[in-house]
C-alpha cells in the first residue's frame, strides 16, 4: 500500500508535467530520451496495474513516439510503399499502445471484445458516452490514434480494415466532445483518417482536402499539419503543382521555425511564441526533408 500510495504520487507528478516535452524543439534529443523515461514509467505501471495516470502516459508516450519518430525514420519507405523493417518497427511501438489502450478500457468497463465487436459500431456513441469521463478523453484519443495509424500502415491486413469504421467513429465521438484536445490534434488525425479511408468505406478525398485547409488555418503554428496534407492528399491524387506550391509554403515556415528557435524574433515568426508546437515542427522539419530528397521518385 505504501508503494502504491508513492507510485500514484509520482505518477500525478509525472502527468502534470508531460506536456512539456512538446515544447522540445530537437527531435535528435527527443528521439533518445524518450525510451528510457516510458520504460521507467512501465516499470511503475508493473507494480500498479490498475493506475489509470500510468496507462494514460504509457498509451500517449508509445502511440506518440512511434509516430513522431519511428514513423518519421521511415517516411521515404512509407512515402514510396516500400517494405521496410523500420515500418515493421513503427507497427510494434503502435501495438504496445494499442494494448495499453485495452487495459485502460477494460478498466473502465469496456471489454476488448466488445469495443471490437461489428455491433458495437452502430453504438460506438452511447457506449463511449456511458463509459468515458474528461479524465479518459487522453487516454481513449491515444489509442485511437494508433490504431488508425497502424491501419494506415497495414491497408493490406483485413482484419486491422475491419477496424477502421469503429476509429472513425471513436475518433468523431471524442473531436465532438473536445475538438481541441492535445494542441488539435483532432484536426489533424480526422483529416488523415478521412484522406486515407477508402471511398467504399466512407473515405472522401475533397472532404479531406476541406479538413486538411481548415486546420491549417486554425493551427498556423504547426507545419505537421502541411506535412499530412502533402502526404494523404496532394501525393495520393499527384497533384504536383499544388505540391510545388505547398513545398515552398512548408520550408518557408521551417524556416521561420527555425529562426525563431536561434532567438531571431520577427513579424514573420511571431506565431511561434506557443512553445507547445516546437515538437510537431521538428517533426515536420524532418519529413521535410526527407520529402526534398525524393520529390522526383514521386512524381
Known sequence: MVQKVAIRSSADIIAASSDEVLKENNLDFFEKSMPGNLQLIEGLWNSDQENKTLLTILIKGYSSYAFA??????????????????????????????????????????EKSTFENKNTLANMSSLLEKHISKEDEVALFYFLQAQGSSINLSRKNLLKMSMLGHIKAGLSWICKKNPDIEYGNCSLFESVIMASTPLVMGGNSEKSKSMFEDAMKKYPENSLIIASYIQYYLIPNLDDEEYKVFQKKFKDKIFHWNQYQLGIKNKMNKQYDNEYYNLFNAIAERRMNTLLKIDKEIF
Not at 74 to 83: P, S
Not at 91 to 109: Q, T
Open 69 to 110: 519518430v519511428l514513423e518519421t525514420n521511415a517516411y521515404e519507405e512509407i512515402i514510396l510503399e516500400k517494405k521496410s523493417n523500420k515500418i515493421n518497427a513503427v507497427l510494434k511501438m503502435y501495438e504496445k499502445a494499442i494494448r495499453f489502450g485495452h487495459r485502460y478500457l477494460e478498466l473502465i468497463g469496456i
